[in-house]
């Protein structure tokens, strides 16, 4: 029975089978055949070779779905963290959003960022905790020589939900030292600024109002390191 496992192995393996195909063929360990078969002459056959480049397609496939498994179980444990949004929680991820990209100086109400979810956070935190009504919202996209403007305006007036009669003239960036890769940024930044039309309360008072709330923020953070 042995030798003919083994003459079945042997002219497998003389017409281009790996150890993994005869093994599965003839119930024969991997470690049998190599000892059958060292000495046999090897050419992979056509179905061996389309195997071996397929080998690194599927198993990145393999690690695609397990990453993307793994990031979706991750991400629904995180919403179960986060849970059902206070005012309170918008009131404090809009002063942390301002911290890291609003204007701090000359009493101006300014934020500037190319992240649309960024852009509408920081719009439903200016309507809903500043209470600053649409009409005193303006908007300038800063763009690069790539971007196509008209296209870019579109995008941020559905973003922030606001008229393109409330957009001002478009910044386009050419300096070229600034080496920003070809589509990366494919709208651009946009530029939100509050324009006060008359009212203070949304002028220098609203930038009071926030760098206020920062200090506020700054304190409570500074108690909890010295618990």
Same mark, same amino acid.
């Given at each position: &029975? ?32 190599? *000892? ?23 198993s990145g496939e ?29 009131? &404090? ?6 911290? *890291? ?16 979810? @960024?852009?509408?956070?920081? &719009?439903?935190?200016?309507?809903? @905790? ?8 303006? @908007?300038?996209?800063?763009?690069? /020589? ?16 606001? /008229?393109?009669?409330?957009?001002l003239a478009t ?23 509050i324009n006060a ?5 949304? *002028? ?20 909890? &390191?010295?618990?």
């Amino acid at each position: &029975m042995g030798s003919n496992l083994r003459d079945k192995a042997l002219k497998l393996r003389l017409q281009g089978w790996s150890y993994n195909i005869i093994s599965s063929r003839l119930r024969v360990s991997k470690g049998t055949l190599s *000892g059958w078969l060292k000495r046999a002459p090897y050419k992979p056959n056509q179905t061996v070779l389309n195997r071996i480049k397929a080998g690194p397609r599927i198993s990145g496939e393999r690690r695609h779905g397990k990453k993307l498994a793994e990031t979706l179980e991750i991400h629904a444990k995180a919403q179960q963290d986060v849970g059902e949004l206070t005012s309170r929680d918008l009131m &404090m991820v809009g002063i942390g959003l301002y911290i *890291g990209e609003g204007t701090k100086q000359n009493e101006q109400t300014r934020f500037a960022n190319s992240d649309p979810q @960024v852009v509408q956070i920081i &719009m439903q935190w200016f309507r809903n @905790v500043c209470q600053v009504p649409n009409e005193h919202f303006r @908007v300038t996209v800063h763009a690069h /020589p790539d971007t196509h403007l008209q296209k870019a305006i579109t995008f941020w007036s559905k973003i922030t939900q606001l /008229p393109k009669s409330q957009f001002l003239a478009t910044q386009v960036d050419q300096r070229t030292s600034k080496r920003i890769k070809k589509g990366r940024l494919p709208y651009g930044t946009a530029h939100i600024a509050i324009n006060a039309s008359g009212k203070k309360e949304f *002028g220098r008072v609203l930038h009071r109002k926030i760098t206020g709330w920062i200090e506020a923020l700054n304190q409570a953070v500074k108690k909890t &390191m010295r618990v």
